[in-house]
């Protein structure tokens, strides 16, 4: 319980740099469900061309699922991406991303590269051109609701407001350097 706010809070840091890396790296990333009001430790996203059973088959590693948690996996739209608005073809291509509060900011990179990878590969074999897709969600700040932005510079890499620094909204990847 002691840590249960810092690690919140690094969990929403480490869960908004994936998501904006995964939206730098590829078009068509979407974002399924509310940009503010959600859990830190879990990012809901549907890739443009790409089924997201398939992206979770090319990464094994990673833990992965598809649809909503409380999807039952009977198959057809889950109620709650009904509830949502979501088409069938969004749901299918939908991938629920869950982080701990041990993760790493490099491991979000690496988890990054490796979704990108098997994404482009997928739409690749499909004939799927990012021409095709939409723009990628971009995670948001919860102050001013302005578009999110790396940091890498300074003591530590971060994740900030990109209307900094009018707002002065930042969250930390890492510790800085030397930090315990």
Known sequence: RSKMAESGELMIALRDGLHLLLAEGLAGVQLNGDPLDRLPNTLNLSFAGAIGAEIAARVPELMLSTGPACHDRAGGLSPTFAAMGLSAERSQ??????????????EMQQAAAQLIEAVAGLRGSQGFSAADAPPSDRPICPRCEQPLRIDEGGIAPRVVCAASPACRYEAYLAAPAGAT
Do not use: C, F, Y
Request: hydrophobic content about 35%; glycine content about 8%; cysteine-free.
């Open 93 to 106: 291509s939908s991938l629920r991303l869950s982080l701990g509060r041990h993760n790493t900011w490099a």
